[in-house]
């Protein structure tokens, strides 16, 4: 691609941004590779909602800077951190979502198995510790977890977001907003079911179907292991009420009509509760 063609990119993923309440005022910030010396970046102190192509900085993988009238962004060295880790990256964008901030400031990593897609394509999104914004201690806390998350949270700070190109590196963003949503939602609402475990291994599965690049597998156990990605997820059947079964005259899968129901603890508890109540 090129250079103003990825200009034009950042102007309008800013504006994106900005538009979704990602950011406010000068927060987040966004950058891309250019070649194997140079990365294009957001200058700071600039509104992401209302950039121009001409703002963008050109500096070479130390952070200095080669052209553009204006500084690059203040977390620049958490930006080269990832795409040293990272060979394979090459679009990175941090900004400040308030419901997956909610849950970085609450202390709560987005972890548990709960949507499909999120699991084939992020895996988990880990709670990177707290740092200094614009300090070396950023980059450090992101180092653990960059190897093997394709997205992460930032305590107390955002979210941060990478990709082999920009709109990959922005959707992931999208994702985990949406995501940290619908964790909330259900949390509110009370309960908030689990994927089993042997699902979550079957759904990693697809990734290959897909052609999903996750950069690193989801541990069949969950353990403090940072080279690959750490889900909550039950073992056994989970929410799973009835069980497939496959029909013997087209072979399909259906759920079971008279077979066996499975039940966890807590439904039965429930149903028998709702009956007693109705016999009063
Ligand atoms: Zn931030």
Excluded at 195 to 224: F, H, W
Excluded at 262 to 272: F, G, H, K, P, V
């Amino acid at each position: 691609m090129s250079l103003e063609s990825l200009r034009a990119d950042i102007v309008e993923i800013g504006r994106r941004m900005y538009a979704r309440g990602y950011t406010a005022s000068n927060d987040g910030n966004i950058s891309v590779r250019l070649d194997a010396e140079r990365l294009l970046m957001t200058p700071k102190s600039v509104c992401k909602g209302f950039m121009t192509p001409d703002m963008m900085c050109v500096t070479d993988l130390s952070g200095k800077k080669i052209s553009g009238d204006r500084d690059p962004s203040s977390e620049a060295l958490m930006h080269l951190e990832v795409y040293r880790q990272r060979p394979d990256v090459n679009a990175v964008v941090h900004a400040h979502p308030p419901t997956a901030t909610g849950f970085a400031v609450a202390g709560i990593p987005l972890d548990r198995a709960v949507l499909a897609e999120v699991l084939t394509t992020l895996g988990s999104i880990p709670l990177a510790e707290y740092a200094t914004p614009s300090t070396a201690e950023l980059p450090e806390a992101v180092r653990k977890y960059i190897k093997s998350h394709d997205g992460m949270l930032l305590a107390n700070n955002g979210a941060l977001t990478v990709g082999t190109d920009l709109f990959s590196a922005y959707y992931k963003m999208e994702t985990i907003e949406h995501f940290a949503h619908i964790s909330l939602v259900a949390r509110m609402l009370g309960r908030e079911n689990l994927i089993s475990r042997d699902e979550v291994m079957r759904l990693q599965g697809l990734r290959d179907t897909y052609g999903i690049k996750a950069p690193a597998p989801i541990c069949a156990d969950p353990v403090d292991d940072p080279t690959c990605q750490t889900v909550q997820s039950p073992v056994g059947d989970g929410q799973r009420l009835i069980p497939n079964v496959i029909d013997g005259r087209d072979g399909r899968v259906r759920a079971g009509d008279e077979g066996e129901i499975r039940l966890t603890y807590r439904e039965l508890s429930a149903l028998i509760e709702d009956a007693i109540k109705s016999l009063r």
